[in-house]
C-alpha cells in the first residue's frame, strides 16, 4: 500500500521519527524500514530517479511505501508534467499541441486529460470546491 507525503525527506524522516505518520490500514504508527525500489520520473526538465521511503507499521506489521508529493501512483511523469498538460487543455489547446509543447506523446496526453474529465465530479466534490 502506499501513502502520499511530502516532498522533502527531511520532512518525511522527522515525521517517522515523531510517530505522526498513521498506517492507512490500521491506524497504528509507520516506522521506518528500508526503502522502496528505484523509480525512474520523468520531469518537466528532463529525467530523474527516485528512491521512496518504505514503512512498518507497529501494530499491524504491513509495510507501505511513502510516495513524495509531486508523484502519483503508477504514473511515470511528475505531478508538474500532469498539471500542465491540464491546464493547457482547460485553455483551450488541443491534444496535439499540448503534447507536442512537454515532448510527451499524444496517446498520454490524451489519456490524462480523458481520465481527468471522467473524474472531474469526484475530484470537486473530495476537494469540496463550487
Given at each position: 500500500?502506499?501513502?502520499?507525503?511530502?516532498?522533502?525527506?527531511?520532512?518525511?524522516e522527522d515525521e517517522l521519527i515523531q510517530g505522526k505518520l498513521?498506517?492507512?490500514?490500521?491506524?497504528?504508527?509507520?516506522?521506518?524500514?528500508?526503502?522502496?525500489?528505484?523509480?525512474?520520473?520523468?520531469?518537466?526538465?528532463?529525467?530523474?530517479?527516485?528512491?521512496?521511503?518504505?514503512?512498518?507499521?507497529?501494530?499491524?506489521?504491513?509495510?507501505?511505501?511513502?510516495?513524495?508529493?509531486?508523484?502519483?501512483?503508477?504514473?511515470?511523469?511528475?505531478?508538474?508534467?500532469?498539471?500542465?498538460?491540464?491546464?493547457?487543455?482547460?485553455?483551450?489547446?488541443?491534444?496535439?499541441?499540448?503534447?507536442?509543447?512537454?515532448?510527451?506523446?499524444?496517446?498520454?496526453?490524451?489519456?490524462?486529460?480523458?481520465?481527468?474529465?471522467?473524474?472531474?465530479?469526484?475530484?470537486?466534490?473530495?476537494?469540496?470546491?463550487?
Amino acid at each position: 500500500m502506499t501513502l502520499t507525503v511530502s516532498n522533502d525527506l527531511r520532512v518525511i524522516e522527522d515525521e517517522l521519527i515523531q510517530g505522526k505518520l498513521l498506517c492507512p490500514s490500521c491506524k497504528g504508527v509507520l516506522r521506518a524500514w528500508r526503502s522502496a525500489r528505484v523509480r525512474t520520473v520523468r520531469t518537466i526538465s528532463g529525467v530523474t530517479t527516485v528512491r521512496p521511503r518504505r514503512t512498518r507499521c507497529a501494530s499491524c506489521s504491513k509495510t507501505h511505501v511513502l510516495i513524495p508529493d509531486k508523484l502519483l501512483l503508477r504514473r511515470v511523469d511528475e505531478v508538474d508534467v500532469i498539471g500542465s498538460a491540464l491546464l493547457r487543455s482547460s485553455l483551450g489547446d488541443r491534444y496535439n499541441k499540448i503534447a507536442t509543447a512537454i515532448s510527451r506523446p499524444l496517446s498520454t496526453v490524451r489519456g490524462w486529460i480523458r481520465r481527468f474529465r471522467a473524474k472531474a465530479e469526484m475530484i470537486r466534490q473530495r476537494l469540496r470546491l463550487s
